[in-house]
């Protein structure tokens, strides 16, 4: 894949914003019964709370999960740019990432971290009826989004929403049948998805699944063209053996439309690596 150059680059953002700003007015118009004063309850909004990461200019904002407005603009932004830059629908990836986990896994609980708007726990929902999710992100507004999102699809009772650090959760050694995340780990330093992945690995069951999908690597990651902090880190971290140095096996790395991936795998009987 050719670099692009700096005028490409600029084009290419003036576009995205542009389809943003159009579909902007119906998103805010869909989620204006939130309230929002009822709805934070519960949770901590002051800025000291967050890892100092995250007051980062992610995607070329700073804060930018630390206030609504930005996280009301979540979903259709990361549409925008998926279809653009990937040629498929942000529902297309999330079913195709819940496909990868067989009907026939015996899966009852389900954790999403940083789970954002929670579209892949929502995916795997529909695929899994049985399933109750722990819905977890360190943004309580994109918790209070996820709920309205469940609550629409008519599975709320189905999940609960807790603000969480994914690297340290706070849950019991082996609590889920599946460990899932997306789009988390080229907005964190290495150190932090490092202790991620170890968190990920303890907290899942013997024999249990982890299913993870990301985006900017390889020369794909020369044309990104919104500022992430991290990127030098995600581009070099080696996924596949790092899933395997925190114990997983079985690890599957699937390569998914132009520039985005899925990796699957499992935690071995008793937490020992599955023969």
């Given amino acids: 894949m050719p670099r692009w150059t700096a005028q490409e680059k600029e084009a290419y953002r003036t576009e995205i914003f542009q389809r943003l700003n159009t579909i902007m007015p119906l998103v805010m ?48 932004g990361i549409d925008v740019i998926l279809q653009k830059s990937h040629n498929v629908s942000c529902q297309q990836m999330r079913e195709r990432m ?26 795997l929902a529909r695929r899994f009826p049985q399933a109750t999710f722990s819905i977890t992100d360190i943004s309580p507004y994109m918790l209070v989004i996820s709920k309205y999102k469940f609550s629409k699809a008519g599975l709320v009772n189905r999940a609960t929403f807790e603000q969480v650090d994914a690297s340290d959760t706070g849950y019991p050694d082996n609590s889920f049948d599946l460990v899932t995340a997306s789009l988390l780990f080229h907005e964190m330093p290495k150190e932090w998805t490092l202790k991620t992945l170890q968190e990920m690995y303890r907290i899942t069951k013997p024999g249990g699944w982890v299913l993870y999908t990301d985006t900017y690597r390889g020369e794909y990651a020369l044309n990104v063209s919104f500022p992430e902090p991290w990127l030098s880190d995600f581009v070099q971290f080696n996924f596949e053996y790092e899933f395997a140095k925190a114990g997983f096996t079985e690890i599957d790395y699937i390569r998914h439309s132009v520039g985005l991936w899925y990796i699957v795998g499992r935690k071995g009987l008793d937490g020992m690596p599955l023969s």
Wanted: hydrophobic share 35%; charged share 20%; aromatic share 10%.
């Fill in 98 to 123: 819940a496909e990868l986990i067989p009907l026939d896994a015996q899966i009852n609980t389900v954790l999403e971290l940083g789970a954002g708007t929670a579209s892949g726990a929502l995916a």
């Fill in 29 to 76: 118009s869909q989620y204006s019964s939130i309230d929002w004063a009822e709805e934070l309850k519960g949770y901590r909004t002051d800025h000291e709370y967050y890892p100092d990461y995250i007051h980062a200019p992610i995607h070329g904002v700073t804060d930018a999960y630390t206030n609504p407005q930005n996280c009301l603009g979540w979903d259709c």
